[in-house]
Nanobody
Framework: EVQLVESGGGLVQPGGSLRLSCAAS????????MTWVRQAPGKGLEWVSN??????YYVDSVKGRFTISRDNAKNTLFLQMNSLKSEDTAVYYC?????????WGQGTQVTVSS
């Protein structure tokens, strides 16, 4: 059974940092294209970043602030988020694939507020 479980969300002040994790199981993680997607309150899904092998890609709004990475030995995907802004407030999901995504996690809430 494929499972993706996110963690690491929370409340942070503008300019702060958070590190999201996504623990994967039930498939060959090291070979998989992995993605972070977010959904802000009242808005649709927005692709944030993905990684395949050592190649990484980001939406323009997070470039230079967010870093996607993976630990294949631990089957875990990460999203390091620095210099957070209020507009980064959203539920963050990890997903398998490059779109369409065949498996999703349950999401983790990130709230950026003073």
């Amino acid at each position: 059974e494929v499972q993706l479980v996110e963690s690491g969300g929370g409340l942070v002040q503008p300019g702060g940092s958070l590190r999201l994790s996504c623990a994967a199981s039930g498939f060959t993680f090291s070979n998989s294209y992995m993605t972070w997607v977010r959904q802000a309150p009242g808005k649709g899904l927005e692709w944030v970043s993905n990684i395949v092998g050592s190649n990484t890609y980001y939406v323009d709004s997070v470039k230079g602030r967010f870093t996607i990475s993976r630990d294949n030995a631990k089957n875990t995907l990460f999203l390091q988020m620095n210099s957070l802004k209020s507009e980064d407030t959203a539920v963050y999901y990890c997903a398998r694939g490059a779109g369409p995504y065949d498996y999703w996690g349950q999401g983790t809430q990130v709230t950026v507020s003073s």
